[in-house]
T-cell receptor, first 113, second 115 residues
Framework: DSGVTQTPKHLITATGQRVTLRCSPR?????VYWYQQSLDQGLQFLIQ???????AKGNILERFSAQQFPDLHSELNLSSLELGDSALYFC????????????FGQGTRLTVV | AQSVTQPDIHITVSEGASLELRCNYS??????LFWYVQSPGQGLQLLLK??????LVQGIKGFEAEFKRSQSSFNLRKPSVHWSDAAEYFC?????????????FGTGTRLTIIP
């Protein structure tokens, strides 16, 4: 158990819908990262938050947004969902930046039908 | 552009045999480099990382990796694999600049162990 909790584990939704994925980082970790893993794109970095503020942005679509709350948990919002958004979404947390070890949650598997 | 390449999609080795997984990087300066392992249905676990200093890095589970600037490589090795090492292995890198936090992953190498 990495200490990073992601909910829900599985999510099935229809195209055009909006979903929210939740991540609780390890106790004491200030950074939260979101990644998308799909068969055709591989592992893609989406976005990072550090202590409530956005720190780095990757290949995140405009339909996607994220935030980190004062209690340091984070949510990834995916809207106007398309079939191609079906993927495994990972959250990771670390004490500091990328130079500190990132611990990954078990992911949320999103299926868009 | 910054990139990490894993040339081998799938590797099969016998249990007890040695292992080397290849990783090549393309960065302007010396990047931070990482190897992660992903077991089926699991998240990623960090095996080892290289930032600077000694080019031979020891990790968990008996893995090591060697940074070779002349070859732009960071290959992962293990002298004797165990059946439990069967998994997907990802090499990743990021620019060693403060604020450059984007971690770029290779496409992964699937490792199969045969008895």
């Amino acid at each position: 158990d990495s200490g990073v909790t992601q909910t829900p584990k599985h999510l099935i939704t229809a195209t055009g819908q909006r979903v929210t994925l939740r991540c609780s980082p390890r106790s004491g970790d200030l950074s939260v990262y979101w990644y998308q893993q799909s068969l055709d794109q591989g592992l893609q970095f989406l976005i990072q938050y550090y202590n409530g503020e956005e720190r780095a942005k990757g290949n995140i679509l405009e339909r996607f947004s994220a935030q980190q709350f004062p209690d340091l948990h984070s949510e990834l919002n995916l809207s106007s969902l398309e079939l191609g958004d079906s993927a495994l979404y990972f959250c990771a947390s670390s004490v500091g930046g990328v130079e500190t070890e990132a611990f990954f949650g078990q992911g949320t598997r999103l299926t868009v039908v | 552009a910054q990139s990490v390449t894993q040339p081998d999609i799938h590797i099969t080795v016998s249990e007890g045999a040695s292992l080397e997984l290849r990783c090549n990087y393309s960065y302007g300066a010396t990047p931070y480099l990482f190897w992660y392992v992903q077991s089926p249905g699991q998240g990623l676990q960090l095996l080892l990382k290289y930032f600077s200093g000694d080019t031979l890095v020891q990790g968990i589970k008996g893995f090591e990796a060697e940074f070779k600037r002349s070859q732009s490589s960071f290959n992962l090795r293990k002298p004797s694999v165990h059946w439990s090492d069967a998994a997907e292995y990802f090499c990743a890198g990021t620019g060693a600049n403060f604020g450059n936090e984007k971690l770029t992953f290779g496409t992964g190498t699937r490792l199969t162990i045969i008895p």
